[in-house]
């Protein structure tokens, strides 16, 4: 088989069918439908092509007609969605002869960005919010090099400086304002057509910073334009109830969630994720932290997927949407799940159940599996 580029790429046979067994990465393979020139120039860790998963547990659980699909994007290379746009953000760094870059980040941009820069040999300085990041996302930040700086607010103060601060230093902005991220994130609705071999009737996700439901909705349009679908998904957004700027149609100070990772009150692509709800006919809603809690052990214990808190906002609002009797029969609905549960590994803990301690001793173990196991 030959990829898009022109090279050929290695085969594996699964399933009687023919695959490629070493994934390129989403540039290589959709090097027609984005914008890098210079195939030398190419920074990849081999992203994308994440599995698209049915959720039939869940569909049941919630009494379903629909079609459930999750996207796990936490099995890109850093652990979460960022990989696809910071692959193509650093290699159009690297081929306009950039030697840093910088982002503001709630953690996943920062852990990306770090880990992309060190494999181009870049420096890579990262703003975070002072301790309103997950310790996943700031080791992997710390451990790929970055400059890691803390900054005294939140993720939209950062952002601000970090503007301030390129527009003084030949610093490279990776945040979703550079255009080649969101080029490189609508690769994720490539893959999903590609996988359905149609668009999904409804695309729900968590919105933040709004870059990413921006990126989406190109990539469907695109897809749309070249004859690969025939129709287009409605977008559904959901922030969390304490950061919904975008719902309640105003900047918000001081946003507070759980769900760390979209505590934004002042998304950048905002306007254009008001454009692809509306062009899309879609929604952008909210979800309460305890909603968000509940879909993400849902998942964990329903599907066995373990997905960060703010990524299972997508899932709480099919959840809500559901109740409130939305859905057709039969439609087919993806999730993304943007990132990684393990980024996040001290929420699980506190909405887990202790673990049991016993002494070491035969008698007493098999108390507990008497018990358990009811003879
Ligand atoms: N889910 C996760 C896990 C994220 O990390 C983010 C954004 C989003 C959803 C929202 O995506 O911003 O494109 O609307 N994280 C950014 C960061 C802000 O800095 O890592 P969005």
């Excluded at 030959?2 to 085969?11: C, Y």
């Excluded at 190109?218 to 700027?245: D, V, W």
């Excluded at 002042?266 to 968000?292: C, F, T, Y």
């Amino acid at each position: 088989m030959k990829a898009k580029s022109g090279k050929t790429v290695p085969q594996v046979r699964i399933a009687g069918r023919q695959v490629p067994s070493n994934w390129p990465g989403v540039i290589r393979y959709y090097w027609d439908l984005l914008p890098v020139k210079k195939q030398e120039c190419v920074v990849t860790l081999h992203e994308g092509n994440t599995p698209l998963i049915r959720c039939r547990n869940l569909e049941r659980k919630i009494n379903a007609e629909f079609q459930l699909y999750a996207k796990l994007e936490g099995l890109n290379p850093t652990c979460s969605f960022k990989d696809r746009g910071m692959t193509v953000a650093i290699t159009k760094a690297v081929e306009e002869g950039s030697r840093a870059v910088i982002c503001a980040s709630t953690g996943n941009t920062s852990a990306s960005a770090a880990a992309y820069a060190a494999r181009a040999g870049m420096r890579a300085y990262v703003l975070v919010p002072q301790g309103n990041i997950s310790l996943g996302k700031l080791s992997q930040a710390m451990i790929h090099g970055a400059k890691v700086i803390e900054v005294e607010g939140n993720f939209d103060t950062a952002l601000r400086l970090v503007k301030e601060i390129t527009a003084r230093f030949a610093i490279t902005l990776v945040n979703s304002i550079n255009p080649y991220r969101i080029e490189g994130q609508k690769t994720a609705a490539f893959e999903i057509c590609d996988l359905l071999g149609r668009a999904p009737d409804y695309h729900f996700l968590p919105v933040g910073n709004a870059g990413n439901i921006t990126a989406y909705w190109k990539g469907y349009r695109e897809y749309l334009e070249i004859g690969r679908i025939t129709s287009l998904p409605k977008m559904m957004g959901f922030q969390a109830a304490g950061a919904a700027p975008i719902v309640l149609e105003r900047v918000i100070e001081q946003p507070e969630t759980i769900a760390s990772a979209i505590r934004i009150g002042n998304p950048a692509s905002w306007q254009a994720a008001l454009a692809a709800r509306d062009e899309s006919k879609g929604a952008i809603d909210m979800v309460s932290d305890d909603e968000i809690l509940a879909a993400y052990k849902l998942l964990a214990d329903s599907e066995g997927i373990l997905a960060e808190p703010a990524s299972a906002a997508s899932v709480a609002g099919v959840i809500k949407k559901q109740r409130e009797g939305f859905f057709g029969k039969g439609e087919v609905l993806v999730c993304t799940l943007t990132g990684h549960g393990l980024k996040d590994p001290d929420i699980a803990i506190r909405h887990s159940p202790k673990p049991v301690r016993l002494a070491a001793d035969l008698r007493l173990v098999e108390d507990f599996f008497k018990q358990e196991e009811g003879r």
